[in-house]
Antibody, heavy 117, light 106 residues
Framework: EVQLVESGGGLIQPGGSLRLSCAAS????????MNWVRQAPGKGLEWVSC????????YYADSVKGRFTISRDNARNSLFLQMNSLRAEDTAVYYC??????????WGQGTTVSVSS | SYELTQPPSVSVFPGQTASITCSGD??????ACWYQQKPGQSPVVVIY???KRPSGIPERFSGSNSGHTATLTISGTQAMDEADYYC?????????FGTGTKVTVL
Protein backbone atom coordinates (compact mmCIF):
# COMPACT_ATOMS: atom_id res chain seq x y z
CA GLU A 1 0.00 0.00 0.00
CA VAL A 2 1.17 3.50 -0.78
CA GLN A 3 2.26 5.88 1.99
CA LEU A 4 1.89 9.64 1.59
CA VAL A 5 3.78 12.48 3.28
CA GLU A 6 2.84 16.11 2.71
CA SER A 7 5.17 19.06 3.17
CA GLY A 8 5.47 22.72 2.30
CA GLY A 9 2.92 24.24 4.64
CA GLY A 10 3.59 27.32 6.73
CA LEU A 11 2.58 30.85 7.63
CA ILE A 12 2.09 33.14 4.66
CA GLN A 13 0.69 36.63 4.21
CA PRO A 14 -2.51 37.24 2.24
CA GLY A 15 -1.76 37.46 -1.45
CA GLY A 16 1.29 35.26 -1.11
CA SER A 17 2.16 31.92 -2.72
CA LEU A 18 3.02 28.49 -1.38
CA ARG A 19 3.81 25.16 -2.99
CA LEU A 20 2.74 21.99 -1.26
CA SER A 21 4.30 18.61 -1.99
CA CYS A 22 3.11 15.08 -1.39
CA ALA A 23 5.72 12.33 -1.52
CA ALA A 24 4.52 8.79 -2.18
CA SER A 25 6.30 5.57 -1.32
CA UNK A 26 5.61 1.88 -1.05
CA UNK A 27 3.59 1.37 -4.17
CA UNK A 28 3.20 2.49 -7.76
CA UNK A 29 2.33 6.15 -7.49
CA UNK A 30 1.78 6.52 -11.23
CA UNK A 31 -1.24 4.20 -11.16
CA UNK A 32 -3.27 6.41 -8.82
CA UNK A 33 -5.43 9.40 -9.53
CA MET A 34 -4.54 11.89 -6.78
CA ASN A 35 -6.51 14.42 -4.80
CA TRP A 36 -5.95 17.35 -2.46
CA VAL A 37 -8.48 17.81 0.34
CA ARG A 38 -8.38 20.55 2.98
CA GLN A 39 -9.88 21.10 6.41
CA ALA A 40 -10.17 24.56 7.91
CA PRO A 41 -9.78 24.80 11.69
CA GLY A 42 -12.82 23.26 13.38
CA LYS A 43 -14.53 22.68 10.04
CA GLY A 44 -15.32 19.77 7.76
CA LEU A 45 -13.50 18.24 4.82
CA GLU A 46 -13.41 20.17 1.54
CA TRP A 47 -12.20 18.69 -1.74
CA VAL A 48 -9.73 21.01 -3.49
CA SER A 49 -8.39 19.39 -6.66
CA CYS A 50 -7.66 16.13 -8.44
CA UNK A 51 -5.37 14.94 -11.20
CA UNK A 52 -5.46 11.78 -13.26
CA UNK A 53 -2.60 9.33 -13.55
CA UNK A 54 -1.15 10.92 -16.68
CA UNK A 55 -2.14 14.52 -15.81
CA UNK A 56 -4.58 14.59 -18.72
CA UNK A 57 -7.58 15.33 -16.53
CA UNK A 58 -7.48 18.01 -13.84
CA TYR A 59 -10.32 19.46 -11.80
CA TYR A 60 -10.60 22.20 -9.18
CA ALA A 61 -13.14 23.30 -6.63
CA ASP A 62 -14.70 26.65 -7.52
CA SER A 63 -13.19 28.15 -4.38
CA VAL A 64 -9.63 27.71 -5.69
CA LYS A 65 -10.08 27.75 -9.47
CA GLY A 66 -7.70 30.21 -11.13
CA ARG A 67 -5.50 30.46 -8.03
CA PHE A 68 -4.32 26.89 -7.38
CA THR A 69 -2.54 24.53 -9.77
CA ILE A 70 -2.20 20.81 -9.24
CA SER A 71 0.57 18.82 -10.88
CA ARG A 72 2.46 15.58 -10.49
CA ASP A 73 5.82 14.05 -11.33
CA ASN A 74 5.46 10.30 -11.67
CA ALA A 75 9.22 9.83 -12.04
CA ARG A 76 9.69 11.41 -8.61
CA ASN A 77 6.55 9.84 -7.07
CA SER A 78 5.36 13.31 -6.14
CA LEU A 79 2.20 15.40 -6.19
CA PHE A 80 2.17 19.18 -5.94
CA LEU A 81 -0.22 22.02 -5.26
CA GLN A 82 0.87 25.50 -6.27
CA MET A 83 -1.22 28.01 -4.33
CA ASN A 84 -1.22 31.65 -5.43
CA SER A 85 -3.16 34.73 -4.28
CA LEU A 86 -3.73 33.11 -0.91
CA ARG A 87 -6.59 34.31 1.25
CA ALA A 88 -7.39 33.98 4.94
CA GLU A 89 -10.09 31.45 4.04
CA ASP A 90 -7.42 29.16 2.54
CA THR A 91 -6.11 28.54 6.07
CA ALA A 92 -6.44 24.78 6.60
CA VAL A 93 -4.74 21.45 6.93
CA TYR A 94 -4.11 20.17 3.42
CA TYR A 95 -4.18 16.42 2.80
CA CYS A 96 -3.19 14.49 -0.28
CA UNK A 97 -5.08 11.26 -0.93
CA UNK A 98 -5.08 8.43 -3.45
CA UNK A 99 -8.22 7.63 -5.36
CA UNK A 100 -9.40 4.03 -5.23
CA UNK A 101 -12.69 2.53 -6.37
CA UNK A 102 -15.06 5.42 -5.64
CA UNK A 103 -13.17 6.24 -2.46
CA UNK A 104 -10.18 8.25 -1.26
CA UNK A 105 -8.48 5.30 0.30
CA UNK A 106 -5.06 6.46 1.50
CA TRP A 107 -4.44 9.82 3.14
CA GLY A 108 -1.30 11.58 4.23
CA GLN A 109 -0.87 13.14 7.66
CA GLY A 110 -1.53 16.64 6.32
CA THR A 111 0.40 19.90 6.19
CA THR A 112 -0.85 23.13 7.77
CA VAL A 113 -1.25 26.36 5.82
CA SER A 114 -1.94 29.57 7.73
CA VAL A 115 -2.72 32.74 5.81
CA SER A 116 -2.44 35.77 8.03
CA SER A 117 -0.80 39.16 8.18
CA SER B 1 -23.49 22.07 -6.83
CA TYR B 2 -24.19 18.73 -5.19
CA GLU B 3 -24.66 18.75 -1.43
CA LEU B 4 -24.61 16.06 1.24
CA THR B 5 -26.24 16.78 4.59
CA GLN B 6 -25.50 15.02 7.87
CA PRO B 7 -26.77 15.62 11.41
CA PRO B 8 -24.21 17.66 13.37
CA SER B 9 -24.13 15.23 16.26
CA VAL B 10 -25.20 11.78 17.37
CA SER B 11 -24.94 10.47 20.93
CA VAL B 12 -24.92 6.80 21.88
CA PHE B 13 -24.37 4.69 24.97
CA PRO B 14 -21.62 2.07 24.90
CA GLY B 15 -22.87 -1.18 23.43
CA GLN B 16 -25.79 0.48 21.68
CA THR B 17 -26.27 1.17 17.97
CA ALA B 18 -25.42 4.50 16.38
CA SER B 19 -26.89 5.45 13.02
CA ILE B 20 -25.59 8.38 10.99
CA THR B 21 -27.51 9.55 7.96
CA CYS B 22 -26.26 11.33 4.85
CA SER B 23 -28.81 12.93 2.56
CA GLY B 24 -28.38 14.04 -1.02
CA ASP B 25 -30.40 14.19 -4.20
CA UNK B 26 -30.67 10.68 -5.67
CA UNK B 27 -27.73 9.63 -3.51
CA UNK B 28 -28.79 6.01 -3.92
CA UNK B 29 -27.77 6.25 -7.59
CA UNK B 30 -24.19 6.98 -6.55
CA UNK B 31 -21.66 5.12 -4.47
CA ALA B 32 -21.30 6.46 -0.91
CA CYS B 33 -18.39 6.02 1.44
CA TRP B 34 -17.70 6.98 5.02
CA TYR B 35 -14.61 8.31 6.78
CA GLN B 36 -13.81 8.34 10.48
CA GLN B 37 -11.63 11.16 11.78
CA LYS B 38 -10.34 11.36 15.33
CA PRO B 39 -8.90 14.61 16.75
CA GLY B 40 -5.55 15.48 15.23
CA GLN B 41 -5.63 12.53 12.84
CA SER B 42 -6.23 12.04 9.13
CA PRO B 43 -9.51 10.58 7.90
CA VAL B 44 -9.75 6.81 7.63
CA VAL B 45 -12.15 4.93 5.35
CA VAL B 46 -14.60 2.77 7.31
CA ILE B 47 -17.10 2.02 4.51
CA TYR B 48 -16.76 2.29 0.73
CA UNK B 49 -19.03 1.49 -2.23
CA UNK B 50 -22.06 1.83 0.06
CA UNK B 51 -21.43 -1.21 2.25
CA LYS B 52 -17.92 -2.61 1.89
CA ARG B 53 -15.49 -2.61 4.79
CA PRO B 54 -11.75 -2.17 4.20
CA SER B 55 -9.51 -4.73 5.80
CA GLY B 56 -8.92 -3.93 9.44
CA ILE B 57 -12.25 -2.17 9.96
CA PRO B 58 -14.36 -3.93 12.61
CA GLU B 59 -17.54 -5.75 11.59
CA ARG B 60 -19.59 -3.44 13.80
CA PHE B 61 -19.34 -0.82 11.03
CA SER B 62 -21.88 -1.28 8.24
CA GLY B 63 -23.41 0.87 5.54
CA SER B 64 -26.42 1.15 3.28
CA ASN B 65 -27.53 3.52 0.54
CA SER B 66 -30.93 3.87 -1.09
CA GLY B 67 -33.14 6.62 -2.41
CA HIS B 68 -31.78 9.90 -1.13
CA THR B 69 -30.09 8.62 2.01
CA ALA B 70 -26.96 6.70 2.92
CA THR B 71 -26.58 5.39 6.45
CA LEU B 72 -23.58 4.39 8.50
CA THR B 73 -24.43 2.06 11.36
CA ILE B 74 -22.15 1.29 14.27
CA SER B 75 -23.41 -1.74 16.17
CA GLY B 76 -22.21 -2.33 19.72
CA THR B 77 -20.56 1.10 19.79
CA GLN B 78 -17.32 1.31 21.73
CA ALA B 79 -15.62 4.28 23.34
CA MET B 80 -12.95 4.15 20.63
CA ASP B 81 -15.63 4.91 18.02
CA GLU B 82 -16.04 8.46 19.32
CA ALA B 83 -15.00 10.59 16.37
CA ASP B 84 -16.19 12.76 13.50
CA TYR B 85 -17.70 10.88 10.57
CA TYR B 86 -18.01 12.18 7.02
CA CYS B 87 -19.92 10.71 4.13
CA UNK B 88 -18.68 11.24 0.60
CA UNK B 89 -20.03 10.63 -2.88
CA UNK B 90 -18.93 11.45 -6.39
CA UNK B 91 -20.55 14.08 -8.56
CA UNK B 92 -19.35 14.79 -12.11
CA UNK B 93 -16.18 12.84 -11.35
CA UNK B 94 -15.16 14.77 -8.27
CA UNK B 95 -15.61 13.96 -4.57
CA UNK B 96 -18.24 15.72 -2.49
CA PHE B 97 -18.11 15.49 1.31
CA GLY B 98 -20.95 15.59 3.74
CA THR B 99 -21.17 18.19 6.47
CA GLY B 100 -19.86 15.80 9.12
CA THR B 101 -21.30 14.22 12.26
CA LYS B 102 -19.71 14.15 15.68
CA VAL B 103 -20.40 10.86 17.41
CA THR B 104 -20.26 11.03 21.18
CA VAL B 105 -20.16 7.86 23.26
CA LEU B 106 -21.85 8.69 26.54
Amino acid sequence: EVQLVESGGGLIQPGGSLRLSCAASGSTFSTYNMNWVRQAPGKGLEWVSCISTDSSNIYYADSVKGRFTISRDNARNSLFLQMNSLRAEDTAVYYCATEGDYVLDVWGQGTTVSVSS
Amino acid sequence: SYELTQPPSVSVFPGQTASITCSGDKLGDKYACWYQQKPGQSPVVVIYQDNKRPSGIPERFSGSNSGHTATLTISGTQAMDEADYYCQAWDSGTPVFGTGTKVTVL
